[in-house]
């Protein structure tokens, strides 16, 4: 662990040994480290890389005070993984059926399974995802608490609605780094492991409070090094409205992995003709969220942005890129990190950057016995385009106990 310190600010404690640091990374996390409620000091995750507003692979706790820009636009994202009791040898030699099977169950990208005009969303919503939202007692239709709550939230905040219904996001798996995967573990067990978060939803609350924060700094004169950085006063109004929208589109995230979830696997079935069991190793995490915790002497909020919750147990997940291993892991509760670990590899370069360095052969080379799409569409998460997961594995050996590695032998890109 490396500590930066600078003038007029809480420490910054990186776990960066052996990895690449960006001074505007770096920057970035000096700037928050300078707002007058963060708690003790800011924590740095090995996957560490420049965000919008606060750095990607950071630990903010703050008290009486939250950030709407560093939880970011993609609430909730996060992973989840399951054991199953297959075993290598139960696999196909041609997992091609297997991806197919995977592309036609969820939603993602930009294919819309019928839909017109968006992203990877359900035009006709299936009964798992309509019973989160509504569910009929003796021929009357009611509302469950999802829908009720979101309800709630639109009718005081109509800005906030998307051009969709949320239920047609439920279970699909959206765009950029969001992945679905087939692996196997050290024991060649089969898993199977997604990523993704709030959808369409968690984006537009979001950017919706990220804008009325700057608002409130500008009502308010506050000057700020970086307006991304605009925050909302705990006892106001709007504090209590985004808390109550960003604690629904964490929830609304767990939902959308547990649905995809069990679409995979019941697509998996029927791609091979029988049924397989899902074991009790199952993991669903948050990397992008807030919790209220108590850490060195204070009950505060924590905002993890790019960052998985590490108490001692804690189980997590911890991909590498397209080409990369795995990790399931166990937390070893480190108080100085907040007891966190890192959200996968991290970038080491931006999209654009990637895309004008490699190669649709580099990206093959890259991803060889994959079973993975393999064109230009995807060479900005080409494996070379992140760190070395096992330099972040090294950096954070005292977050984290490795439990599994896994690697994958089917991706599914959004």
């Given amino acids: 662990m490396q500590v930066f310190t600078s003038p007029n600010a809480v420490p910054i404690k990186a776990w960066v040994d052996g990895v690449e640091l960006e001074d505007e990374a770096l920057g970035q996390a000096h700037a928050a480290a300078r707002l007058p409620f963060i708690h003790k000091h800011i924590a740095l995750m090995p996957d560490v890389h420049s965000g919008i507003g606060a750095t990607i692979g ?19 994202c996060g992973m989840m993984a399951v054991k199953t009791s297959l075993t290598a040898s139960d696999l196909p030699d041609n997992l091609h059926g297997f991806r197919t099977a995977i592309e036609a169950a969820v939603p993602h990208g930009r294919s819309d399974n019928g839909a017109e005009n968006d992203i990877g969303a359900w035009k006709d919503v299936p009964g798992i995802a309509a019973s989160e939202f509504e569910f009929t007692v003796d021929g009357m239709t009611k509302a469950t608490r999802l829908d009720f709550d979101y309800r709630d939230i639109i009718a ?53 409070f990220i804008e009325k924060a700057k608002e409130e700094m500008r009502r308010f004169f506050i000057n ?12 106001s109004e709007l504090f209590d409205d985004y808390m109550k929208a960003l604690y629904w589109a964490q929830k609304f995230a767990r939902i959308n992995r547990q649905i995809m979830m069990s679409n995979v696997t019941e697509a998996l079935q029927k ?12 993991v ?44 399931i892991v166990r937390g070893k509760g480190n108080p100085d990190s907040f007891c966190s670990c890192s959200h996968g590899a991290g970038r080491r370069m931006g999209r654009k950057e990637a895309e004008r360095r490699f190669t649709c052969e580099d990206h093959i080379k890259a991803t060889e016995g994959i079973e993975c799409r393999k064109d230009a569409g995807v060479i900005d998460e080409t494996p070379m385009a992140y760190k070395s997961i096992d330099a972040v594995m090294a950096a954070q050996a005292d977050l984290v106990d490795i439990v599994h590695t896994l690697r994958q032998v089917v991706c599914v890109k959004g």
């Fill in 58 to 76: 950071s630990v903010i706790p703050t008290f009486g005070a939250i950030i709407p820009a560093a939880v970011g636009v993609d609430i909730g």
């Fill in 156 to 208: 005081k905040h109509p800005k906030i609605k998307p051009r969709k219904h949320p239920s047609h996001h439920l279970g699909t798996l959206g765009t950029g780094n969001h992945f679905i995967e087939v692996c196997l573990d050290e024991n060649q067990n089969v898993w199977i492991m997604l990523h993704s978060g709030s959808r369409g939803i968690g984006n537009a609350i979001g950017r919706y």
């Fill in 224 to 235: 700020l090094p970086d307006m991304d950085l605009a925050y909302i006063p705990e006892g």
């Fill in 271 to 282: 791609e091979m003709g029988r049924n397989f069991d899902v074991t009790d190793m199952a």
């Fill in 284 to 327: 669903n995490c948050h990397h992008n969220y807030v919790e209220r915790e108590h850490h060195f002497g204070k009950n505060v909020m924590v905002t993890r942005k790019g960052a998985v919750r590490a108490r001692e147990g804690d189980l997590g997940i911890i991909p590498g890129s397209m080409g990369a291993k795995s990790f």
